[in-house]
């Protein structure tokens, strides 16, 4: 789903790539905060400087225009989050408990980054907006989500674990929309609607229907 990773410097350790690294950092988590609190339309360079402790002028350094700075957070948020925790969790587990355990990671991230959930999810109905600066970053974590799905489903109707009667792409369709119907409805109302417990109830709807037997 989301989390906002200090990338580690390639070869030997340089100070100055390991500041700039935690400012880049501190500058997303920063715009992560915003977006939750007010909205991606108060997300200007100089709120987050201010936020982070730093000026407008090294937010401006660092990714050159506001939309330069949400795809950097966005990719940053999915791509960090599949390496991190998704891959490791999965690793050696195929079809349908690999399907399961992916979907328990959503879960679990929302208990540990709740704040860097949300910001994700205000990004992801923003690209609806065909002029979202998120939007190429989203619909690229979008579609590999869904083919993330799509082909843990059909690898269990290979080793048998999922029904084999059951068209692969439309049921991971339905995966995928139940867990954007969860994420709107949580940005929507974040005080008052428990997130974890609707995947929760979800996880259990995918076993029960894509289970054999």
């Given amino acids: 789903m989301t989390d906002i990773a200090v990338d580690q410097p390639d070869g030997p350790i340089n100070k100055q790539q390991i500041r700039t690294e935690r400012s880049t950092h501190r500058l997303l988590k920063a715009a992560a905060e915003i977006l939750v609190e007010e909205g991606v339309n108060a997300l200007t360079l100089a709120n987050v400087g201010e936020r982070a402790g730093y000026s407008r002028g090294l937010v401006t350094t660092r990714f050159g225009s506001k939309d330069n700075m949400i795809r950097t957070l966005v990719e940053r948020m999915t791509s960090s989050w599949a390496a991190t925790h998704v891959e490791p969790r999965v ?123």
Avoid: C
Wanted: avoid cysteine; proline fraction near 4%.
């Fill in 91 to 213: 690793r050696g587990k195929g079809g349908l408990d690999g399907l399961l355990e992916m979907l328990r990671e959503m879960r679990d991230q929302i208990a540990r980054k709740p704040q860097d959930v949300l910001a994700l999810q205000a990004l992801l109905f923003d690209a609806l907006n065909p002029a979202s600066a998120a939007r190429p970053p989203i619909l690229d974590y979008n579609a590999s989500l869904g083919r993330l799905v799509l082909s843990s489903i059909e690898a269990g109707q290979a080793d048998g674990s999922i029904r084999s009667d059951l068209d692969g792409t439309r049921e991971a369709s339905r995966v995928l929309e139940g867990i954007r119907g969860i994420g709107f409805h949580w940005l929507l109302t974040p005080d008052g609607y428990d997130a974890a417990a609707a995947l929760s109830h979800l996880i259990a709807l995918v076993e029960e229907h894509l289970a054999v037997g």
